[in-house]
């Protein structure tokens, strides 16, 4: 489970039942992917919203010229941040919204790791088999990682079930150490 910052969560939990009060909550969601992709394609952006070289004015006006036709409760929080000298919280901010959104449909993040990418197939099988055993909508996200030597991880509902390969040799290592000859 990912930590989150308490003034992220905060503000991300504010803004998520604003919109979903307002109905705008997938509209904030789209408008949430948009800005930070563009904040991560120009960090520089960031750093220009917190140099005291800028006006509270000057800040407040790139802002608006550069998200002003998104969400105007996403973008006037945004500016929020910017006079608080905390824009950096927008990526922590998305994830905390983010995670409110999930728990309110239903839904819960996978993370299945292997040492190759799964097969559309083999992701089709892992989320219908967790949305039996859940009774929640699944989303797998398949990350790669060459260390475990075979088998899978998975990290869902804040646990981790690990049938890797370098796992069990590492348990196998070690009742070899305990046994007494």
Do not use: W
């Not at 802002?63 to 945004?78: D, H, M, P, T």
């Not at 967790?130 to 060459?146: R, S």
């Amino acid at each position: 489970m990912m930590y989150i910052d308490r003034d992220a969560k905060n503000y991300g939990d504010g803004l998520f039942m604003l919109t979903e009060e307002l109905g705008e909550t997938e509209q904030v969601k789209e408008d949430f992917e948009l800005l930070c992709t563009a904040i991560q394609n120009n960090p520089e952006f960031l750093q220009l919203l917190d140099t005291p070289a800028l006006s509270r004015e000057e800040r407040i006006e790139m802002i608006e010229k550069a998200f002003g036709k998104l969400s105007r409760n996403l973008v006037n929080l945004f500016k929020i941040l910017s006079e608080r000298r905390s824009a950096y919280l927008i990526h922590k901010i998305k994830d905390s919204y983010m995670m409110s959104y999930d728990v309110s449909r239903g839904i819960e993040r996978v993370e299945a790791i292997s040492i190759i990418p799964l097969t559309t197939e083999q992701i089709n099988k892992l989320t219908v088999k967790l949305e039996d055993l859940t009774g929640k909508k699944i989303i797998v996200n398949n990350t790669i990682d060459p260390s475990i030597l075979g088998g899978m991880k998975l990290r869902y509902l804040g646990q981790q079930i690990d049938s890797s390969i370098k796992t069990k040799l590492d348990k196998f290592d070690k009742s070899l150490k305990d046994l007494v000859i």
